[in-house]
């Protein structure tokens, strides 16, 4: 595949710079993944204001082509939007694609009519068409939005950007942060998109990988850092089919955050899995000789049937150390959060079966046997508390996505997960089944949730609860 080693000429370019040893001392540090961000285009310091336009965008991913991408403000991923705690995010949304969209925000506390879920909490916007999207951003964390109409198809594309809320007491000294997209995509040598469709059934019950890996929009770029100067990972896995599964020989990642905001104590671990959906929160102390360049790999995860067959590991983002020795590691700070944990004992108990079947020839994901254009909403009220047991029927895993509130999952034993954290979206293992806890708070409306490999959500496996004031 020549096309691929040409990936993003742009990159390749910055790429070759940096290899020559210590860049120019111009580039900043995270010059190649550094993301654009929205500008805020209000005065008030408790709003932030911006304008998002979807629409296509040429991009050289193939030297000499030109891919029609479909992009937020012609970027690759979208631009970051910051915001602080408590903040008011107003977003002037256009749609200037060739098809109808929505923008969703992925684990944000919104209420429902600001969810983007067509035909429940909005009409599609239609081409041309304009929507002012305005919540308040209530909880800490790494969150992204993308769209929701014909989610697999449009994700792929390049729909996608990272919205960072952070808290008005982030906990200092934790490191250089570098907000990090990862997505990937298929194009082939002529710079055409491989077609949503591609391998049908198959395609569909494995769910489309894109072939090409992608760090803020970028194949493999550096990061340059200072051994033993620790880094803070904010990760959030774009990507419409793909289990990210990050490893650094010779490193451990302290994992401080996932989905929503930090953990009730940071947890150590070789690996870093993020599920289509998921967020980290990781810290990572980079250490080796002045001048070697580490290669922060993405594994294999086995995620069912066939997904770790023959595949090697690749090079995700390298981090090229200084020629200047090592320093000494700051402390670390106190961390943790006070997380109270959800009571499953007194929840109303609902249980549900991700299921596959085939109708007249076509994979057909469901919930229950039912795809999602067929089934009836579920219902809840206000104030509810539920544990949810879903249950995977089928060969693959499947990130389950509850939208707009944040659960707790329990282990074996039926106690909640350690270290206790919120999460919006989690991988359940084939043939296993997971328990959660959520209660629901006062945002009535219709909540959809979805298994997020978006080829299965878009084949039916989907669903809606629609939840009513008391
Ligand atoms: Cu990222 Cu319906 O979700
Ligand atoms: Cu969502
Ligand atoms: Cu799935």
Redesign the pocket.
Known sequence: MKGRGALLAVAALALACSSDGPAAPSAPWDAEVRLSEARDLSPDPAVVEVSLEAKVTLHEVVAGTKTPLWTYDGGLPGPLIRARVGDRVIVHFRNSLPAATTV?W??VRVPAAMDG?PGHSQPPVEPGGEFTYDFVARDAGLF?Y?P?VD?AAQVGFGLYGPLLVEARDEPPGLGDELVLVLSDLSVRDDGSIVPPQAGGNLGTIFGREGDTLLVNGRRAPTVRARAGQRLRLRLVNAAKARYFQLALAGHAFTRIGGDGGLLAAPVESDTLVLAP?ERADALLVPRGAPGETLIVRWTPYDRGYGTTFNRPDEPLFRVALDDAPAIATPALPALGRAIEPLEPSGATPRAMTLTQTEVDGVVQMGIDGVPSWLAPPLSAHVGDTELVTVTNSTDFAHPF?L?GFFFQVLDETGAPRAPLEWKD?VSVPVRGSTRLVVRYDDRPGDW?F?C?ILDH?DAGM?GVLSLSSR
Do not use: I, N, Q
């Open positions: 969703h992925h684990g879920a992204w993308h929701h989610s959906g996505h939208h979206t959809m979805h997020h959500a989907m």
